[in-house]
């Protein structure tokens, strides 16, 4: 029998795998991840959470909102985990989507489990401040829900700190506003009229969080030079708060 949790889990696939009619392929698929490849059960299952539902959807409708989303955006997430919600809810509205994320396992289950056969979703394996990617040179909206994860997104380029945990050890305790900066920022080469939609949290505890935020502020002052917020909020839930930014580059 299923547990509750479980069935709520079973409810946000299903609230995200069509807009019309009940599609129930992907709860298929992801039934028959977990009988291929048991020891992801649990993470999988997290990826489509109620928290994680919640706010990836408040993402998405501003996104609609501000009539960003049509048949000839080109999107890249960064951070895209397994693609869990963010693909479901963007692969029929967008004309392609690439996930990356530095996690290879996570990039070959979205890829091969999850989503086999949506054409227009690209999945790449990589540390987005090691390599300029082609496809960021036509990407119309740069979506990253896992800034937590990594350094603040006015630093992705090149050069500057490399080690992650080296440097947060060293600049822990003190104001994002006083850490160095990037010589080279990547932000200058992409389409002068790209938009982002950033997340993060303040949920510290969680291994894996090396940059939360305690406010809107506070995330604020990670966004790259120049960028214009369009969209803020911020969604509590039991863990803490996350925080969600979206405007254009």
């Keep these: ?29 992801v039934f028959t991840l977990f009988e291929h490849e048991p ?14 539902y919640i706010v ?14 049509n048949l000839s955006t080109e999107v890249v997430i960064w951070g895209a985990w397994y693609g869990s919600i963010l693909v479901s809810l963007l692969q029929d509205k967008v004309k392609k ?5 530095e996690d290879e396992t996570v990039i070959t289950l979205g890829n091969n489990r999850l989503f086999p056969t949506f054409d227009n979703v690209e999945w790449i394996t990589g540390d987005i401040f090691k390599d300029y990617k082609e496809c960021y040179n036509t990407a119309d909206i740069f ?19 490399r080690s992650r945990h080296g440097f947060f050890k060293e600049w822990d305790g ?11 920022a990547w932000w200058d080469r992409v389409k ?37 917020v369009l969209r803020e909020g911020d969604i509590e839930d039991e863990r803490g708060t996350r925080y969600i930014l979206i405007g254009k580059l």
């Design 143 to 161: 979506i990253n829900t896992s800034c937590e994860h990594m350094l603040p997104m006015k630093w992705w380029g090149p050069e500057g700190p």
């Design 97 to 101: 989507i690439t996930c990356i994320d």
């Design 1 to 29: 029998m299923l547990e509750r949790d479980e069935l709520v889990y079973i409810k946000n696939i299903l609230n995200v795998s069509n807009t019309k009619n009940i599609d129930f392929s992907l709860l298929e698929k």
């Design 192 to 228: 002068p009229t790209a938009h982002f939609a950033f997340t993060s949290n303040n949920m510290h505890d969680i291994p894996g969080h090396i940059n939360c935020v305690n406010s809107i502020k506070e995330f604020k002052e990670q966004l790259p030079p120049g960028a214009k």
């Design 56 to 69: 990836k959807r408040a993402l998405t409708d501003h996104l609609n909102n501000l009539n960003l989303l």
């Design 39 to 52: 020891k992801h059960r649990d993470d999988v299952l997290d990826s489509f959470s109620r928290n994680q």
């Design 174 to 184: 003190k104001k994002h506003a006083d850490w160095p900066v990037y010589k080279k």
